[in-house]
C-alpha cells in the first residue's frame, strides 16, 4: 500500500485491525482511529501541533510514580472520566449516584470501629459523619464495607505529603446489623486539584480554574451489590456549578450542619444497586 493521502489514509489504517482477533479491542481502535483522524482533519493540525502534542502527553506520563497520576487528572479534567462514569452507572431510581474516582484513593487504609476518628491529626474542624447503607428496598445492609477519604483544611490528601508515616483521613469501617455507621473526621473544605504539571499548564492556558466544590469521598462495598464510588459534596460551596473534573451530582450535594458546641455534623443514607440489576 503505497501513496496513500490524507483522503485514503484514514481507511488504510482501519484495515490494517482486521485481523484483531478480539472483536471489542478491533472496535474500539477503528473508533479511536477513525476519531483521531477526523480530529486532526477538522482542526487542520498542523505538523508543529502535533508535536506540541506529543510533548505534553510525554510530559504527562513523566509525571507520574507511584503517588501521582497525571493521566486520570487529565482524563478528569476532559470530562472523559465522568463521562465513562455516567455512562456506566446508571442506576434505578433511589440508588446512590455515582461520580469520579480520583487519583487520591491508596489501597491499603486503616481500619476503624464506629465512633473512631479518622483523621488521625489531619487538619481541619472537627466533624462527625453519620448514615446508613441500604438496599433499593429500604432495608438496611450489614457489614458493608465503608471507605472515605478527604482531603485536610490545607487541601490535600495524606499521600500529597512526603514521609508521612500514617494515613490520614482515610480509613475503612463495616456498617452494624442496621445498616448504620458512624465515625469522627474534619469538615470538608473545597481545594484545587494538582496544578504543578502538565494538566496545571493546560488549565492556565485554557483560563480555567482548578477547584473542586468541598466533598469526602466513599467507596461502599457489599455481597450481592455493585460497589458504589461516589462523593458527598457539601450544599452552598461556591465551586459546585463548576467543579474543575465535573463530578457534582445534586442528588450527593448535603448539609455539614453546624452544632452547638461548633463541630459539624453530617448525615447522609447510601443506597446500594444489586449487582446485576439492569437500570430501568
Ligand atoms: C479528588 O476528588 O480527589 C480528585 C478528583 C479528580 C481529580 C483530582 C482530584
Ligand atoms: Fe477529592
Known amino acids: 500500500m503505497r501513496n496513500l493521502n490524507q483522503d485514503t489514509i484514514t481507511q488504510a489504517v482501519i484495515a490494517r485491525f482486521a485481523q484483531t482477533p478480539d472483536p471489542r479491542l478491533k472496535e474500539i481502535m477503528t473508533s479511536l482511529v477513525q476519531h483521531l483522524h477526523a480530529f486532526a482533519r477538522e482542526v487542520k493540525l498542523t505538523e508543529a501541533e502535533w508535536m506540541a502534542g506529543i510533548q505534553f502527553l510525554t510530559a504527562t506520563g513523566q509525571k507520574c510514580d507511584d503517588k501521582r497520576q497525571e493521566f486520570i487528572l487529565l482524563s478528569d479534567t476532559l470530562g472523559l472520566s465522568m463521562l465513562t462514569v455516567a455512562m456506566n452507572n446508571d442506576k434505578p431510581a433511589g440508588c446512590t449516584e455515582a461520580t469520579v474516582f480520583g487519583p487520591f484513593h491508596v489501597e491499603g487504609a486503616p481500619h476503624y470501629e464506629h465512633g473512631d476518628d479518622v483523621a488521625n491529626g489531619a487538619s481541619g474542624e472537627p466533624c462527625l459523619v453519620r448514615g ?27 499521600v500529597q505529603y512526603e514521609g508521612l508515616e500514617h494515613h490520614r483521613a482515610r480509613g475503612i469501617l463495616h456498617s452494624g446489623a442496621d445498616g448504620r455507621f458512624h465515625f469522627k473526621t474534619i469538615v470538608a473544605e473545597a481545594y484545587p486539584i494538582p496544578v504543578d504539571g502538565p494538566v496545571g499548564d493546560m488549565l492556565r492556558a485554557t483560563n480555567r480554574h482548578p477547584w473542586r466544590p468541598a466533598h469526602l469521598h466513599f467507596m461502599i462495598k457489599a455481597p450481592g451489590y455493585e460497589t458504589l464510588i461516589t462523593h458527598v459534596f457539601r450544599d452552598g460551596d461556591p465551586y459546585l456549578d463548576s467543579d474543575a473534573v465535573f463530578g457534582v451530582r445534586q442528588s450527593l450535594v448535603a448539609d455539614w450542619v453546624k452544632q452547638a458546641d461548633g463541630s459539624y455534623m453530617l448525615d447522609f443514607d447510601f443506597v446500594l444497586n444489586p449487582a446485576h440489576v439492569a437500570a430501568k
Open 132 to 158: 446508613r447503607v441500604l438496599g433499593a428496598d429500604g432495608k438496611p445492609v450489614a457489614n458493608a464495607e465503608v471507605e472515605v477519604w478527604q482531603a485536610d483544611a490545607d487541601g490535600n490528601y495524606d
